[in-house]
């Protein structure tokens, strides 16, 4: 079964940095979207930033300036690296992949990790 586990959430100073990781299951190659979602208290859930596998990205507009998402496809990894942090960024944030290599065929599936939180205090 196809896991990504998210790591690196926590509680940081408004104007402080944090680092999330998310690593996909080993046994899966060349997956064609990897991104980050999150979803602050009592709102939906929004996308914050996606990287697809030929290397072009979206950020959301409340983010671009201060979040980059890099990936590492040799180990089937994504980054959010999160600067200028704002009471604002509060959420839980989600791991997302969608379209991966198993063997020798190709999934459109989706997974979803499990979130990390992430709070700014002010």
């Known amino acids: 079964q196809v896991q990504v586990v998210e790591s690196g959430g926590g509680l940081v100073q408004a104007g402080g940095s944090l680092r999330l990781s998310c690593a996909a299951s080993e046994s899966i190659s060349h997956i064609n979207t990897m991104a980050w979602y999150r979803q602050p208290p009592g709102k939906q859930r929004e996308l914050v930033a996606r990287k697809f596998w030929g290397g072009s990205t979206d950020y959301a507009d409340s983010v671009k300036g201060r979040f980059t998402i890099s990936r590492d496809d040799a180990k089937n990894t994504v980054y959010l690296q999160m600067n200028s942090l704002g009471p604002e960024d509060t959420a839980v944030y989600y791991c997302?992949?969608?379209?991966?290599?198993?063997?020798?065929?190709?999934?459109?599936?989706?997974?979803w990790g499990q979130g990390t939180q992430v709070t700014v205090s002010s």
């Open positions: 997302y992949i969608n379209g991966y290599t198993s063997g020798d065929h190709f999934y459109p599936n989706t997974v």
